[in-house]
Nanobody, 122 residues
Framework: QVVESGGGLVQSGGSLRLSCTAS????????VGWFRQAAGKEREGVSC????????HYGDFVKGRFTISRDNAKNTVYLQMKSLNPEDSAVYYC?????????????????WGKGTRVTVVS
């Protein structure tokens, strides 16, 4: 089971760090991705990190504002988000799968969390 945490309310220009961990399993050596879905919009890929070599990919809209990383000792993958704006408001989902690819593997992830909500206010 994949579990996200770290969402919340933040002002425009602020930062948040999301965390993803696996309950009863390990994220080591698997690809982990972050995806988001805003109200009335389709789910889209934010970022992913390979479980093989640490390769990362980001959605075009990230523009250097977000950083994905993993700490295998803590069985956790992080998404550090900076310079947030109201358009980043969404439910953010963590998912685990086999590959981290570009474009992001929205339809190829095997295990999904229930999401954590991020709200950015101006």
């Amino acid at each position: 089971q994949v579990v996200e945490s770290g969402g919340g309310l933040v002002q425009s220009g602020g930062s948040l760090r999301l965390s993803c961990t696996a309950s009863g399993g390990t994220l080591d050596r698997v690809a982990v991705g972050w995806f988001r879905q805003a109200a009335g919009k389709e789910r889209e890929g934010v970022s992913c990190i390979s479980g093989i070599d640490g390769t990362t990919h980001y959605g075009d809209f990230v523009k250097g504002r977000f950083t994905i990383s993993r700490d295998n000792a803590k069985n956790t993958v992080y998404l550090q988000m900076k310079s947030l704006n109201p358009e980043d408001s969404a439910v953010y989902y963590c998912a685990a799968g086999n590959l981290c690819t570009s474009p992001l593997p929205l339809y190829d992830m095997d295990y999904w969390g229930k999401g954590t909500r991020v709200t950015v206010v101006s």
